[in-house]
């Protein structure tokens, strides 16, 4: 069973209050896919889980680098020696 969905103005109550930005800023982050994960369009309202968040395309989405594996099984699997 999913999460149950909310609606852009519930949605906006939960994540920022009572500072929550007008609903016709939230149809536009709607149109522009600036929540994620998108939310669902029905009939007029759009829809979107509890867990979305706003995406700003102006701040790059930094993710944490991967460290190479190192070790002496890693490098007899690769062919080198220890």
Do not use: C
């Not at 149809?27 to 706003?54: C, D, N, S």
């Not at 102006?58 to 890693?74: C, D, E, F, Q, W």
């Amino acid at each position: 069973m999913g999460d149950k969905l909310l609606t852009l103005e519930e949605w906006a109550e939960a994540v920022y209050g009572k500072h929550r930005p007008n609903l016709d800023t939230l149809r536009r982050w709607a149109r522009q896919a600036r929540i994620y994960p998108l939310p669902e369009k029905h009939g007029r309202t759009y829809f979107v889980i509890p867990t979305a968040r706003h995406i700003d395309p102006n701040k790059p989405i930094v993710t944490p680098k991967k460290r190479a594996p190192s070790g002496p099984l890693v490098e007899r699997i690769r062919g080198k020696t220890a």
